[in-house]
T-cell receptor, first 109, second 110 residues
């Protein structure tokens, strides 16, 4: 079983739609969780950290479920500019970051 | 302007040649990392360094070497022993628990 798993997609959604991605992780000692966004042929950029209580940043909401070992990212009112690959990243304190393979999102006009 | 720089952006080399990719950061971060990304795949860790003059192998270190003589710099050498060197190489640094990436170097071996 891979350490961090994501549905590769692509998710093709119309503008204005709400879309959700899940990510599962296998190491129960994981303590830090992140969502990164990667545009085609560019470097990943931090979108948001994921906290136990859940957190929201504008149209983006991230949640963590430790019992089931998954994190989620919800995007409301999708924009064309949201089209990208979304990477789930997990970290055990004192160890390295583990990246999921990414979920590709295409927002269509 | 703080950040991470990588050079060059594109690099072409002949098979059998060693090549060194540059990574510099002025964020005063202790930890630095090198990843490789192949088309349609996630990032795989090559080497990392938590502090100057110390570095550790990642998951796919074979055929690569690094040095960390200065806090700001973490160059990666792709040696001729690396069987499939053509890839997108990403350097990152971190403070606490967040990683920040450079723009990457796209290496093509002909």
């Amino acid at each position: 079983r891979k350490e961090v798993e994501q549905d590769p997609g692509p998710f093709n959604v119309p503008e204005g739609a709400t879309v959700a991605f899940n990510c599962t992780y296998s190491n129960s000692a994981s303590q830090s969780f992140f969502w990164y966004r990667q545009d085609c042929r560019k470097e990943p950029k931090l979108l948001m950290s994921v906290y136990s209580s859940g957190n929201e940043d504008g149209r983006f909401t991230a949640q963590l479920n430790r019992a089931s070992q998954y994190i989620s990212l919800l995007i409301r009112d999708s924009k064309l500019s949201d089209s990208a690959t979304y990477l789930c990243v997990v970290n055990v304190i004192g160890q390295n970051f583990v990246f999921g393979p990414g979920t590709r999102l295409s927002v269509l006009p | 302007d703080g950040g991470i720089t990588q050079s060059p952006k594109y690099l072409f080399r002949k098979e059998g040649q060693n090549v060194t990719l540059s990574c510099e950061q002025n964020l005063n971060h202790d930890a630095m990392y090198w990843y490789r990304q192949d088309p349609g795949q996630g990032l795989r860790l090559i080497y990392y360094s938590q502090i100057v003059n110390d570095f550790q192998k990642g998951d796919i270190a074979e055929g690569y070497s690094v040095s960390r003589e200065k806090k700001e710099s973490f160059p990666l050498t792709v040696t001729s022993a690396q069987k499939n060197p053509t890839a997108f190489y990403l350097c990152a640094s971190s403070l606490h628990n967040e990683q920040f990436f450079g723009p990457g170097t796209r290496l093509t071996v002909l």
